[in-house]
Each structure stands twice: as C-alpha cells, then as structure tokens.
C-alpha cells in the first residue's frame, strides 16, 4: 500500500510532470471511485483548468487547481499508482482516472483493487479521513509525539502506528520497518515501552521515513523491507531468521531475537 514515503514520491512525480499544463479532458472507467461529486461536475471542473501546487497529507494527495477553490484529492488504496504518458500509449486495465493535457500527455491513476479514492473538495477537511487525521510524523516533536502515546497505553504499538487518527502515512511496511529500528517487539502494548524506548522510537519514525524518501525506495540490505519477501533474514545478524505473524490484523514481519524484551536481547546476544 502506497505510505508516506511512496505519496511523497508521487508527489515529485506529479509535480515534475502535471503542474502547469491546460487540463483539455477527463476519462473514468471507474465513477465509484470518485466519493463527493459526480463524474460530469468533476470533468467540468478540470477541463480548461490546471493544477498550480500539490502537497501532501497523510497518504492523500492534495492537488490545487487554478482560479477555482476547489481541490482535487487523491488516495492510493491498496495499489494505486501514478503514471505520465503520451496519450497513444496502450491503456492498462488497471487505468481509473485519465487527465488529459494540452500538451500530448496525459496523467493516469491506477488503481489495480478499485480501492483508490477521488475527491474534489474546497477544504480538504470535509474529507473524514484527513479532518481526524493525527500529525504529520516528519513534523510532530517528541513532546507532542510522546503526549499521544500517553493517550493510548493500553494500545498495541503496531496498532497504535497504523492508525491514521494518531499519526499520519504510516501503514503496515514502514510500521514494521520503524519497529525493527528501534528494536521493539511488535506485540507489545505501549504501557509497556519505557520512556528510553520511546525515544528510540520517536527517532526510528523520522529517520526511516525521511531515508525512504531520500533514498526513493532503493532501499539498501540494511532495510527489513528487502528481507521481508525475500530471505527472511534479518539485516543485523543473518543467523536470525525474521517471523511473519497476524498482529493487529495484519501480516508482520519482525525479528524474534533482535525485538525482543531488552532482557531476552541480553540473553541471545550473550548466547550468540
Ligand atoms: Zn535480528
């Protein structure tokens, strides 16, 4: 699922390629993606229009038109994608959302599970999801991030990082990657992580999400992610084999021996 370092991705993407050029149509084989406006308000919207700015909020994208106050918004889903192409170019199936430029190109937004969400909004919070959207993790400071960890002790932390309403962008890959950063077992529940871990956590977060952006997902063997569908080893000790398991509803990938409660860390390490 694209996560804040993949929209932050699509974001230079679009911003390379779709500032700035006159909109001359719009085609969607998909209208249940489009959520508060019907298709023909939304083409009439665009057409003859251009996109000046976008930015980026949670796992949205915000895209801001010019002359109008409304926006166009985006979100990924499960598998959506963003790609700029001459307008000749073979369709994919999986094509939902077509922007056509005077230019000979064209925008197209895939969408492979139809889970892809479109919206055209004046404030981008009457969309639910981004006005009980928690803060920014790039941004937040410790004090502020350790103020709602205090609001959910009894919550799981993998849980606790997924929910949209406490932090933003993070989702179930980067959740894992930030946990194996900061050697904190998965399972446990926040009331449990001491103030020493906490901080190694609050590091973890922007330190994995800002390397994921400037390394553009080329990710090196340091990284759980290149493991976790590969070899299954982990990236600090290859003898340590990674475990996959349901954890707040969702496939985790972890390493038993480098996550485990600091005293059993003492323990293989002694052994290893
Ligand atoms: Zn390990």
Redesign the pocket.
């Known amino acids: 699922m694209p996560e804040l370092p993949d929209v932050e991705s699509f974001k230079t993407y679009f911003k390379k390629t779709s500032l700035n050029k006159v909109i001359i149509d719009v085609q969607c084989s998909c209208k249940d993606l489009i959520r508060n406006i019907n298709f023909k308000d939304l083409k009439s919207k665009l057409v003859g229009r251009r996109f000046i700015d976008i930015n980026r909020r949670g796992k949205f994208l915000i895209c801001e038109i010019k002359n109008i106050p409304e926006k166009l918004i985006l979100h990924f889903g499960m598998t959506g994608n963003l790609h700029y192409v001459k307008q000749n170019t073979k369709k994919d199936r999986f094509t939902r959302l077509v922007i056509k430029f005077e230019n000979g190109y064209e925008l197209r937004l895939f969408s492979i599970r139809k889970l892809a969400k479109i919206y055209l909004v004046e404030d981008p919070e009457e969309v639910k999801l981004i006005r009980e959207m928690g803060p920014e993790p790039l941004t937040i400071s410790e004090k502020d991030f350790f103020k709602i960890l205090d609001r959910h002790q009894r919550k799981n932390i993998k849980a606790f990082l997924l929910d949209q309403r406490n932090i933003a962008g993070i989702g179930n890959v980067y959740s894992d990657e930030i946990l194996f950063k900061a050697k904190i077992d998965p399972h446990k529940s926040i009331e449990t992580i001491g103030l020493k871990q906490r901080k190694k956590l609050f590091k973890s977060m922007k330190m994995v999400l800002e390397e994921a952006i400037d390394c553009n997902m080329y990710f090196d063997s340091s990284w759980l992610i290149v493991h976790r569908n590969t070899d299954m080893k982990?990236p600090?000790?290859e003898n340590?084999k990674l475990k996959r398991e349901i954890i707040a509803g969702r496939s985790c990938y972890f390493?038993p021996?480098?996550q485990a409660n600091n005293s059993c860390i003492n323990r293989y390490e002694d052994a290893s």
Do not use: E, P, Q, T
């Open positions: 982990c600090r000790n340590h390493c021996i480098c």
